[in-house]
């Protein structure tokens, strides 16, 4: 289990604190985008280079979501916080929808990757490409919003960096009352 801290809860799937599936999603997240720019590139070109290059990413970035995707599942599984959170719900569904969506697009592309780009290739990578924004905004807010991989600082200097600050503007922005304005 994931242990609460202060900031958050630690991720189980780590190595020395540090969350895998942190580290690993940035290489299904740029294999996937990279397809979408060298389709981008064949359009402009028709060089047959770049729809050869987007196939390979688009394999690529399979392969490595699916890597990425264990340890994932792993906290989701191993954490109930995790799985009380309907955004992680969401950014599971999403990834999904995107890997099946690169799928089919390897599968348009198969006999010729030319062809399966200037056909529905193109729009299957912009579209996968737009949900994989929406998705790694969403595993930001796991990470950054609840605290989700977290590494818990046992350092007895790390308190003195944690500070809490009244700022009435800020809740004010938000319709809400802050501390001070509370007494």
């Known amino acids: 289990m ?4 202060r900031h958050g809860v630690q991720s189980t799937a780590a190595i020395a604190g540090h969350p895998l599936h942190h580290m690993l999603i940035v290489f299904p997240v740029a294999f996937l985008i ?3 720019g060298t389709d981008i590139a064949f359009i402009v070109t028709q060089d047959p280079f770049w729809a050869q290059g987007s ?9 490595t979501a699916l890597v990425a995707a264990v340890p994932g599942m792993i906290d989701f599984v191993t954490i109930d916080r995790v799985r009380n959170i309907w955004v992680s719900w969401a950014h599971m569904v999403a990834n999904l929808v995107v890997v099946a969506l690169a799928l089919v697009n390897v599968g348009v592309r198969l006999d010729d990757p030319a062809a399966g780009v200037q056909g529905w290739g193109i729009w299957l990578s912009g579209f996968q490409t737009a949900l994989l924004f929406f998705s790694g905004w969403l595993g930001g807010e796991l990470a950054y919003r609840y605290g989700i991989g977290a590494i818990q600082d046992y350092s007895p200097k790390a308190e003195q960096f944690h500070v809490e600050v009244d700022r009435p503007d800020v809740a ?12």
Not at 2 to 5: Q, S, V, W
């Open 172 to 183: 004010a922005q938000y319709g809400r009352r802050s501390g001070s304005d509370r007494l």
């Open 55 to 63: 196939y390979w990413l688009l394999i690529a970035g399979i392969v």
């Open 2 to 5: 994931g242990r609460y801290h």
């Open 34 to 36: 990279g397809a979408f």
